[in-house]
Structure formats: structure tokens, C-alpha cells
């Protein structure tokens, strides 16, 4: 299982003065020597964290794979296909919300999110929906073309209690094995930290983890390159 990492959050910090620092380029080239396989940044359309440039300069200087997440949503798309990341994840989007709250609806906006795979798969773009472990939205995302699905662990990861976290567990475990039914590939997250994460060795077929709040709290304190060791040794 691999580890992308998501750097939002330093460009969070960054916009809070309006200023350069801290620079999530070179967010992204730490995450990457202490063993990350990926970046993820999450281009919302209010632009509260990440901005246009930092996708374009992350495209050219990320050396592993840059994941972009992002709304179903033309302007952000019209970015997108001139970045062509390597991946894009489609995600919902609320103005109101802290961070990614539910999973997509791809069963109700089927149409939509494959118009969006198509044209994203058209610049050589992998696509993977952010989606609830659920069903029907599993089946939906297998009829969307896209090639992965992420599944939203939000709600393992709030779960308070063991038998609320077990319950949680299963629902990812079984929507895991009905997307590897159905020829999807399949990565989590959200939600997950370093007491929880390695709970996710009990879900098959997972391929990549994206961890962000968590590993950068931890950077502040740790600094960056002991923060992604500390959550792969966990992975590993
Ligand atoms: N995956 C997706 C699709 C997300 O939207 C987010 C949050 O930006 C994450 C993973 C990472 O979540 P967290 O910051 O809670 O680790």
C-alpha cells in the first residue's frame, strides 16, 4: 500500500498571511524524499488553499505522480486540462464546508461525472471518483469509465467506539471487494491518521492511501521528512 500526500494544508497556512511561505512546492519535494508516492492538492474552486500557479509548478517539478482533486465543475476543469496531472480525483464540493464532506453522488449526476472522466482521460489523465462506500454508488462509478474510485473513510475515521469503527471497517471491506469485482482500482482516505491508519490493511485491493491534515500537524512539530517516515513505517 503507498502514501500520497496531501499538502493543502500548507498552503493553508501560507494564504493565512497572503504571503510565499510556506512554499508547497517544496512541501511536495520533502513528502517525496521521505518516501511519498504521490501528491495530492485539492484545487477548490473558492481557491481558500491552493492556487492555480502552485498546480502548474507542481506538474513540472513533482517527480512521482501529482493527484488533482476537484469539483465537477467547468472552470476548474478548464485548469485541469491545461495542467493534464497525472491523476484527478472528482470530488463533491460545498462553499459553507471545512473540508470534503461526503463522498460524490455518481449514481444522481452519472452523465455529468462521465463527461467529466472522458475529457479528463482525454489529456492522459487517470481519473478516480471520491465516493461513500456504498453500492450503488460503486456500481456507478464502474459505468462512469473512470479508472479508480477513492473510497471516503470519514466515516471510519469519526466512528467512536469499537463496534461503530468495526461497522465502518466492514462497509469499507465490502465496497472495496464489490469495486475489485467490477474492474475498478481502488484507494482511500480522508480522516486518517496515525492511530488509525493501519486499520486499513484489513481493506483489500487498497493501493494508495492520501493522508494530509494529519501528516502536516504532525510536520509542525516533527518537520515534514519525520512525518511521512513515521506514517509509512505505520503503512509499511
Ligand atoms: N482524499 C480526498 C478526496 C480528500 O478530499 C481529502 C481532503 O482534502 C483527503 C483525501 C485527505 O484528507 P485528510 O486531510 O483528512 O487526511
Redesign the pocket.
Known amino acids: 500500500m503507498k502514501l500520497g500526500v ?1 499538502i ?2 500548507v498552503a493553508t497556512l501560507r494564504q493565512a498571511r497572503g504571503g510565499r511561505a510556506p512554499e508547497p512546492v517544496l512541501a511536495a519535494s520533502l513528502a517525496e524524499q521521505a518516501g511519498a508516492s504521490g501528491i ?1 492538492v ?1 484545487l477548490r474552486e473558492d481557491r481558500r488553499h491552493i492556487q492555480d500557479r502552485d498546480v502548474f509548478l507542481l506538474k513540472e517539478t513533482v517527480q512521482t505522480k501529482l493527484n488533482l ?1 476537484m469539483a465537477v465543475n467547468a472552470e476548474v476543469m478548464e485548469v485541469a486540462l491545461q495542467v493534464k496531472p497525472h491523476c484527478a ?1 472528482l ?1 463533491p464540493e460545498r462553499r459553507q464546508e471545512l ?2 464532506e461526503g463522498g460524490l453522488d455518481v449514481a444522481g449526476s452519472l452523465a455529468q461525472v462521465r463527461s467529466c472522466v472522458v475529457k479528463m482521460q482525454s489529456v492522459g489523465t487517470v481519473v478516480s471518483l ?1 465516493i461513500a462506500p456504498e453500492f450503488e454508488q460503486i456500481i456507478a462509478a464502474a459505468k462512469s469509465g473512470a479508472q479508480f474510485i ?1 473510497l ?1 473513510t470519514g466515516s471510519f475515521a469519526n466512528a467512536k467506539g469499537e463496534s461503530d469503527q468495526q461497522r465502518e471497517l466492514t462497509r469499507l471491506i465490502e465496497a472495496a471487494e464489490k469495486a475489485h469485482s467490477l474492474g475498478l482500482r481502488v484507494n482511500a ?4 491518521d496515525y492511530f488509525n491508519a493501519s486499520w486499513m490493511h484489513h481493506v483489500p485491493y487498497l493501493e494508495e492511501l ?5 501528516i502536516i500537524s504532525r510536520a509542525v512539530f516533527t518537520g515534514l521528512p519525520q512525518a511521512v517516515k513515521e506514517m509509512l513505517a505505520i503503512i509499511e
Open positions: 496531501n493543502d494544508h495530492t485539492h482533486e480525483c470530488v473540508t470534503t471520491f477513492e471516503h482516505g480522508h480522516g486518517l492520501n493522508i494530509g491534515h494529519s
